[in-house]
């Protein structure tokens, strides 16, 4: 049931153009999105499809109303890398079984990711299932596509067979199967009939998670995974498929490959939604780079989870992202004046109606953001404030962050500045060292260079340490 007239357009991968949603039923919008497979913390790219997904949902509620619609983001906690980082717990003398270890770094991962998430602004998905509690749909769903010819056993492993949807298999990311074996880097096996054959199910050995199966005890693929726990909590068609580009090939390629040939048609999600990568620094996010980082890592740091979010918003979800210390800057300062500007006041009822257009917009978040700088221009704090919730901002949950006075640091990088110049002239560095070791102590990081002098204050700053300095 739609609650406004507003008209809510998307870019849809599989058609490669924007169009109108139209929701298969509009007391009843579905949206999947892949979530995280839980076996460490999630780094900043994690996370920008959930703030991303989190801003349509809230759309999505905001148009068809909060009981029509049904978001699910899945987690993925039976996966090799999950079980090799047991492995190393149990090699490095941690108690229990192996199978223990697992089911406690998936516990410890999942609360992680929720808690981070959560300071980011994110709403909980409607359903968050995971894998290894819908083993059963997922074994039922091979059965079925070994049973209608998509699908064949071989050595303990169940294929999914490629060439029986050949004619489709390759559209959402615009590739033919014979382009995709000519490039391929996949995994040769004398049990493949083709070499882009995938695995639904592989066998466990006994100290590994793993669940009896007609073809042996074992764990399935990561491709059924998604299909079993959208059909069994979306249906067998629904309406929205989102998830990075990176998943594009393979993983939601074979999604459309296994949930189609088990309906027997080619529906299943009506929409596909991929977001861009993210960057750092105008540099690919690697280790190898050392610009790696959790989103844990940041708010260790002292950056708000609320200015992180704002940042992410300022780029069109279609767009790589950058993050940057200079974007984490100037979001923190403008969510600081707008916090000011909205203090003590009511939110108006309905976000800007040029805010929700610029969302409806294909998620013009950067386009809405704009709208919001010309409200607080003209002083229209309730419509400002109205429109920062749509968007997850300026929350009351969100705000402790700016609690902290926007202090005015100036003389005391000033100051130590003069002290470091006259230190190198008299060779006496005491007094520079007495200054640094009192702003590290009232919660300032210290950054000196040739440039001059930085203090940032850290999450625990206290201005009060700095009195009589």
């Given at each position: 049931?739609?609650?406004?007239?507003?008209?809510?357009?998307?870019?849809?991968?599989?058609?490669?153009?924007?169009?109108?949603?139209?929701?298969?039923?509009?007391?009843?919008?579905?949206?999947?999105?892949?979530?995280?497979?839980?076996?460490?913390?999630?780094?900043?790219?994690?996370?920008?499809?959930?703030?991303?997904?989190?801003?349509?949902?809230?759309?999505?509620?905001?148009?068809?109303?909060?009981?029509?619609?049904?978001?699910?983001?899945?987690?993925?906690?039976?996966?090799?890398?999950?079980?090799?980082?047991?492995?190393?717990?149990?090699?490095?003398?941690?108690?229990?079984?192996?199978?223990?270890?697992?089911?406690?770094?998936?516990?410890?991962?999942?609360?992680?990711?929720?808690?981070?998430?959560?300071?980011?602004?994110?709403?909980?998905?409607?359903?968050?299932?995971?894998?290894?509690?819908?083993?059963?749909?997922?074994?039922?769903?091979?059965?079925?596509?070994?049973?209608?010819?998509?699908?064949?056993?071989?050595?303990?492993?169940?294929?999914?067979?490629?060439?029986?949807?050949?004619?489709?298999?390759?559209?959402?990311?615009?590739?033919?199967?014979?382009?995709?074996?000519?490039?391929?880097?996949?995994?040769?096996?004398?049990?493949?009939?083709?070499?882009?054959?995938?695995?639904?199910?592989?066998?466990?050995?006994?100290?590994?998670?793993?669940?009896?199966?007609?073809?042996?005890?074992?764990?399935?693929?990561?491709?059924?995974?998604?299909?079993?726990?959208?059909?069994?909590?979306?249906?067998?068609?629904?309406?929205?498929?989102?998830?990075?580009?990176?998943?594009?090939?393979?993983?939601?390629?074979?999604?459309?490959?296994?949930?189609?040939?088990?309906?027997?048609?080619?529906?299943?999600?009506?929409?596909?939604?991929?977001?861009?990568?993210?960057?750092?620094?105008?540099?690919?996010?690697?280790?190898?780079?050392?610009?790696?980082?959790?989103?844990?890592?940041?708010?260790?740091?002292?950056?708000?989870?609320?200015?992180?979010?704002?940042?992410?918003?300022?780029?069109?979800?279609?767009?790589?992202?950058?993050?940057?210390?200079?974007?984490?800057k100037e979001a923190e300062a403008t969510l600081r004046k707008w916090r000011a500007l909205?203090?003590?006041?009511?939110?108006?009822?309905?976000?800007?109606?040029?805010?929700?257009?610029?969302?409806?917009?294909?998620?013009?978040?950067?386009?809405?953001?704009?709208?919001?700088?010309?409200?607080?221009?003209?002083?229209?704090?309730?419509?400002?404030?109205?429109?920062?919730?749509?968007?997850?901002?300026?929350?009351?949950?969100?705000?402790?962050?700016?609690?902290?006075?926007?202090?005015?640091?100036?003389?005391?990088?000033?100051?130590?500045?003069?002290?470091?110049?006259?230190?190198?002239?008299?060779?006496?560095?005491?007094?520079?060292?007495?200054?640094?070791?009192?702003?590290?102590?009232?919660?300032?990081?210290?950054?000196?260079?040739?440039?001059?002098?930085?203090?940032?204050?850290?999450?625990?700053?206290?201005?009060?340490?700095?009195?009589?300095?």
């Amino acid at each position: 049931m739609m609650t406004s007239n507003t008209v809510i357009k998307l870019h849809n991968t599989k058609t490669r153009k924007k169009s109108e949603f139209t929701p298969i039923d509009a007391n009843n919008v579905r949206m999947y999105l892949c979530g995280p497979t839980v076996y460490d913390r999630a780094h900043l790219g994690n996370a920008r499809p959930v703030v991303v997904f989190d801003v349509l949902y809230r759309l999505l509620r905001q148009v068809y109303g909060a009981a029509h619609v049904t978001y699910v983001r899945n987690f993925t906690d039976v996966d090799d890398k999950i079980n090799a980082t047991a492995l190393a717990r149990k090699e490095a003398g941690a108690p229990g079984s192996l199978e223990q270890l697992v089911a406690e770094r998936t516990e410890e991962t999942i609360g992680w990711y929720l808690n981070d998430m959560g300071k980011l602004g994110a709403l909980e998905p409607d359903h968050m299932p995971r894998a290894t509690q819908y083993i059963g749909q997922m074994v039922a769903m091979i059965e079925d596509l070994i049973a209608k010819g998509h699908a064949y056993a071989a050595e303990g492993h169940v294929l999914f067979a490629v060439d029986s949807w050949k004619q489709h298999y390759g559209a959402l990311s615009g590739r033919s199967v014979d382009d995709m074996i000519a490039g391929a880097r996949v995994e040769v096996a004398p049990y493949k009939k083709n070499p882009m054959d995938f695995v639904l199910w592989k066998p466990s050995t006994d100290e590994l998670p793993g669940w009896d199966s007609p073809w042996g005890r074992g764990r399935p693929g990561w491709h059924i995974e998604c299909s079993a726990m959208a059909q069994e909590l979306l249906g067998a068609t629904f309406d929205i498929h989102g998830g990075g580009n990176d998943l594009m090939f393979p993983h939601h390629e074979n999604e459309i490959a296994q949930s189609c040939c088990a309906n027997g048609d080619d529906s299943f999600a009506h929409y596909w939604l991929h977001n861009e990568m993210l960057q750092v620094e105008g540099k690919k996010m690697s280790k190898s780079l050392g610009n790696f980082f959790t989103v844990h890592d940041l708010l260790v740091q002292g950056i708000p989870g609320e200015v992180i979010r704002f940042v992410f918003l300022q780029t069109h979800y279609r767009k790589p992202m950058d993050w940057t210390e200079k974007k984490a800057k100037e979001a923190e300062a403008t969510l600081r004046k707008w916090r000011a500007l909205t203090a003590g006041i009511e939110p108006a009822a309905n976000a800007a109606a040029a805010v929700l257009d610029a969302l409806a917009d294909d998620l013009n978040t950067a386009g809405a953001i704009a709208e919001m700088h010309k409200l607080a221009a003209a002083g229209d704090g309730p419509g400002l404030l109205a429109s920062a919730r749509l968007m997850g901002l300026l929350s009351d949950a969100l705000g402790e962050w700016a609690e902290t006075p926007d202090f005015d640091l100036s003389a005391y990088a000033a100051q130590l500045l003069e002290a470091r110049e006259a230190a190198m002239q008299s060779k006496d560095f005491s007094q520079v060292d007495r200054l640094k070791a009192a702003f590290v102590a009232a919660g300032l990081e210290v950054r000196m260079s040739k440039a001059g002098v930085e203090l940032v204050p850290g999450p625990g700053f206290d201005a009060a340490k700095l009195e009589g300095l």
